[in-house]
């Protein structure tokens, strides 16, 4: 199976200034993301950047791995997707290219979980593949900084949101919730996807939907498009929004390394 490996990267995050160049066990983050992509089985890693000093922190990386290239985008991109398809035409990659996109803020992402993404497009007749995995804490499933997913019988998605789904009627209702009485679903953010589908996203104007919820994946399933789902066992733990999610994951980090 061939494919590559797409990472947006924004440099004026609203969150957290500089997220691409934030520490994350001593380099940058986005050194951290392209790394985890390189040990996995893509044929190429292409990071898509919007600031010359990006590209100067990956110069290093990118001058030792050759399958690894730096792609500078525009200001313009409203989402990671809008980022990669700017990308994809600068580049003319073949529209039968299977792209995995990788978010620049997941720096615990693991190459099992890129792989198995990709493995999923080449294998299933859908228009996007992606993950997920059970949710065991209940203040989870409350958070709207935890994307929920459910999903049909063919595990083809149904719907994302940051509200609780499925809303557990008489669980929720009654007050104080201790325990979950279904099983919820945590989406994470890491797509497969062919470049045909990638330009036909970036024909369609936004949906209302999508602008509601700040979930891009929903104008494909407002267009009718397929998002095939897999669960996984082995999420990676925490992608970097806050300052809080920064110190959070170099905790892990410093714990993995002991």
Do not use: W
Not at 48 to 63: K, S
Not at 235 to 249: K, M, N, S, Y
């Amino acid at each position: 199976m061939s494919y590559i490996v797409a990472i947006p990267a924004r440099y004026a995050s609203t969150r957290l200034a500089g997220k691409p160049l934030a520490s994350v066990g001593g380099e940058p983050m986005i050194c951290q993301v392209c790394k985890k992509a390189l040990a996995s089985e893509a044929q190429e890693v292409i990071a898509c950047i919007d600031h010359e000093a990006v590209a100067q922190a990956l110069a290093p990386l990118a001058a030792d791995n050759p399958r690894l290239k730096v792609c500078m985008t525009s200001q313009r991109p409203r989402s990671g997707t809008e980022r990669i398809a700017e990308m994809l035409i600068a580049q003319s990659y073949p529209a039968d290219t299977i792209v995995v996109n990788v978010q620049g803020d997941e720096p615990l992402i693991t190459p099992e979980h890129i792989d198995e993404v990709a493995g999923l497009i080449a294998s299933k007749q859908a228009d996007m593949s992606t993950l997920c995995s059970p949710i065991t804490e209940v203040r989870d499933v409350f958070d709207p900084n935890c994307v929920k997913v459910v999903f049909n019988q063919e595990r083809m998605a149904l719907y994302f949101s940051r509200a609780p789904i499925p809303y557990e009627r008489d669980n929720f209702m009654a007050g104080d919730v201790t325990e979950l009485k279904f099983t919820h679903y945590h989406h994470i953010g890491i797509y497969g996807y062919r470049v045909r589908t990638i330009l036909d996203y970036l024909q369609r104007a936004p949906a209302e939907l999508e602008q509601a919820e700040s979930l891009e994946q929903l104008r494909l399933l407002h267009y009718g498009m397929s998002i095939a789902v897999a669960i996984t066992d082995r999420p990676p733990e925490c992608g970097v929004d806050t300052a809080a999610d920064l110190e959070r994951v170099n905790q892990i980090l410093a714990a993995q390394a002991q």
